[in-house]
């Protein structure tokens, strides 16, 4: 009797989804837990295993289709693949067969990727696949076709383009291409949403940036002189600043509640607890991660957990569970080289604190000028709750926190 294997259940916040890509065709065989497809939400991909081992019967939510939570994803025929014996008029025929799928007509892919390819009048037996077994992606098919243009001069001729020789003596130029590239792509459904969410947060929001800059000496020798014994205390745990910007938030937020509270109508929500989203940047786009009750976690728990969830969000690992709730937004834009940026708010939160690159900076201390490795902060704020005076209250808190870290472990 065959199974049905289901979309997973989702969450109200998730309307629907969207199939990605199918890791199997219709008559293959399949192994219990083998990954078989993947479904894209506005938040998270999710992957769907086999629940039994045995073969495809029926795909019944091909690539590309908008399926609802619990859909009928396939039919699986549990049990082995029976082969059927190979007559010796089909073993004469083997080596035709083999040059059939040399030519690329039978390599798997599935039909979403088979309409890209004939699309673009692609050769498949060209295109490397990335995916199990030697299974096509759209990925492979996008890559290869970012890979033909540096390849257009070496084709000229065969296009009906003759190079012309040069006078003597003259150094040989190459003219403009007469091609101008372009792709088209459809944009993936957590893009799309990412691009909603922020639109929606600069139409929907008074939202307005405060800055100021921390100087990181103290915490960078702080950091210097305990990070090899921290990661050896705690099972390789790095000590990196997040973990001390978290806890200086976590310390402000209690000191400041309006940036820590959300507008739901005409009422203003107070959390009593602080769940501090983190952005994490992936190939597919920012996602935010959320540290439950960061406020009882220690740096060495902040860190490891950051550690967890950033490798989780590379490996597409992340659960809408995970991405769901959060009361204040922290985003370090300084690991990609940002000296100064205007973050924005993460709906329906009221703040964001944006971290930046260290730089060495001259800034005058105890009337001399000296050199100081610096950091700009800026804090995005929604002005209908939060008032410039508190904004800069809680910028300033968090400023002080960072340089005295000591003050961070004391609560101080």
């Known amino acids: ?61 091909v690539e590309g289709e908008t ?45 979403a990727v088979r309409a ?18 030697g299974r096509i992606t759209k990925e ?39 091609e101008r590239v372009e792709k088209r792509v459809p944009m993936t459904r957590m893009r799309a949403r990412i691009a909603e969410r922020l639109l929606d947060a600069t139409q929907q929001t008074a939202m307005l940036t405060t800055f100021n800059e921390v100087n990181m000496a103290p915490l960078m020798k702080l950091r210097s002189q305990y990070k090899d014994q921290f990661e050896k205390t705690h099972n390789g745990t790095r000590l990196g600043f997040m973990g001390f910007f978290v806890k200086a938030c976590c310390e402000a937020l209690k000191r400041f509640p309006e940036v820590n509270a959300s507008i739901d109508g005409n009422d203003v929500v107070y959390h009593g607890y602080q769940d501090i989203g983190v952005a994490v940047s992936t190939k597919d786009g920012l996602v935010v991660p959320v540290l439950r009750d960061a406020d009882f976690m220690s740096i060495a728990d902040v860190e490891a957990a950051i550690r967890d969830l950033g490798l989780k969000a590379r490996d597409k690992k992340l659960t809408i569970e995970e991405m769901s709730g959060g009361t ?10 940002s000296l100064l940026s205007t ?70």
Do not use: C
Not at 371 to 376: A, C, D, E, G, V
């Open 67 to 111: 399926i609802a939570s619990e859909a009928l994803l396939a039919l699986l025929e549990p049990g082995a693949a029976k082969k059927a014996p190979v007559s010796s008029a089909e073993a004469s025929s083997a080596p035709a067969a083999s040059s059939a799928d040399a030519s690329g007509d039978d390599l798997p892919m599935g039909p």
């Open 140 to 178: 492979d098919v996008l890559a290869h076709l970012e890979a033909q243009p540096s390849s257009a001069p070496a084709n000229a001729s065969a296009a009906g383009v003759v190079p012309t020789a040069a006078p003597a003596g003259l150094p040989v130029t190459a003219g403009p291409s007469s």
């Open 343 to 412: 973050p924005i708010l993460n709906p329906p939160q009221t703040g964001i604190l944006g971290m930046h690159t260290i730089q060495d900076r001259p800034v005058a201390i105890n009337g001399e000028v000296v050199i100081q490795p610096m950091m700009y902060l800026a804090l995005s704020y929604d002005h209908r709750l939060i008032d410039g005076k508190t904004a800069v209250q809680f910028l300033v808190t968090v400023k002080g926190l960072i340089e005295d870290p000591a003050r961070i472990l004391l609560q101080l």
């Open 1 to 61: 009797m065959a199974i049905e294997i289901k979309a997973p259940a989702f969450p109200e916040s998730v309307a629907d989804g969207e199939v990605a890509t199918w890791h199997k065709a219709e008559g293959d065989t399949v192994e219990r837990d083998e990954l078989l497809v993947e479904i894209e939400t506005d938040k998270v991909v999710m992957e769907v295993v086999a629940p039994e081992s045995g073969v495809i019967a029926k795909i019944a939510a």
């Open 116 to 133: 890209l390819v004939e699309e673009h009048n692609l050769d498949p037996a060209t295109i490397k696949g990335s995916g199990k077994g």
């Open 328 to 337: 204040f937004t922290v985003s370090n834009g300084g690991v990609f080289g």
